[in-house]
């Protein structure tokens, strides 16, 4: 497996689990969270390691990705033209305040134990933390901080389950499938 950048979404492993979250997607343009992270767990492929290992790209970094780029208003980033499965055509993005717990305690373990690896050393093959460029490392960790950060920011938000499509989005869904 490989990587060209420090995002899930720029390595095989993070390509790989975006292509699981496709697969996710309900005919009637639906994604839930808590579904995902089944599947991951269950995938032999997909399936997240543990956190203490401290891997720079995950399956829940590339979800945390995703749903971030889905609320930012940028679904169809994240479509490829041949898949008939798109992420453009969601209308409804839930996540059950239990996963995006889950999700967010994951990130932030992966990334305390990453820097705990680091600052012992234990890091085989690299320089810092894993990655050939000290650039890389610091700016994996901001991505990490940021995503653990866009999380705290959605579970601020009431309810036991959260919708993650911005209701522009979930408009302009509904108008393309009624027009």
């Not at 290992?53 to 208003?73: D, F, N, R, Y």
């Not at 679904?75 to 992420?87: I, M, P, R, T, V």
């Amino acid at each position: 497996m490989g990587s060209w950048g420090i995002t899930a979404m720029e390595s095989d492993a993070g390509l790989d689990a975006l292509a699981a979250i496709r697969e996710q997607i309900a005919e009637e343009g639906r994604l839930d969270a808590a579904q995902i992270l089944h599947v991951f767990k269950k995938d032999a492929w997909n399936a997240p390691p543990d956190s203490i290992e401290g891997q720079a790209h995950t399956s829940p970094m590339m979800l945390a990705e995703v749903m971030k780029k889905i609320q930012e208003g940028e679904a169809g980033s994240l479509d490829y033209e041949w898949e008939k499965k798109k992420f453009s055509g969601l209308h409804s993005f839930t996540a059950s305040r239990e996963s995006l717990g889950w999700l967010r305690g994951y990130l932030t373990e992966t990334l305390k134990n990453s820097r705990e690896r680091e600052a012992a050393k234990a890091v085989p093959d690299g320089k810092w933390g894993g990655w050939f460029q000290e650039k890389d490392w610091k700016s994996w960790q901001m991505h990490m901080e940021s995503l653990i950060g866009y999380l705290d920011g959605v579970l601020e938000a009431p309810g036991e389950t959260l919708e993650l499509m911005p209701a522009r989005e979930q408009r302009l869904c509904q108008m393309k499938m009624e027009g």
